[in-house]
Nanobody, 114 residues
């Protein structure tokens, strides 16, 4: 069975940092493009960051320079380091794995508030 489990979300003050993790099982992790998406209040789900099998990365303009996506193939885990957080980063963050099919985690809540 395929499982993607996010962790690391929580409440943080503006300007703070948080590191999200997504642990996967049931897939050949190294073969998948991994991504982080988010859905904020009243907003559509959007792509935050992607990392390819070859570790090439893409970021939404809104997070460039602040967020870093990385992967550890030995641990079957993808990470999202979030720095200089803003209130508009508040959202449920979802982990995604895609090859020929898409797999999704349940999401982890990130709240940025003073």
């Amino acid at each position: 069975q395929v499982q993607l489990v996010e962790s690391g979300g929580g409440l943080v003050q503006p300007g703070g940092s948080l590191r999200l993790s997504c642990a996967t099982s049931g897939i050949r992790f190294s073969a998948y493009v991994m991504g982080w998406y988010r859905q904020g209040p009243g907003k559509q789900r959007e792509l935050v960051a992607r990392i390819t099998q070859g570790a090439m990365t893409n970021y939404a303009d809104s997070v460039k320079g602040r967020f870093t996506i990385s992967r550890d193939n030995a641990k079957n885990t993808v990470y999202l380091q979030m720095n200089s957080l803003k209130p508009e980063d508040t959202a449920v963050y979802y982990c995604n794995a895609t090859l020929n099919l898409d797999y999704w985690g349940q999401g982890t809540q990130v709240t940025v508030s003073s």
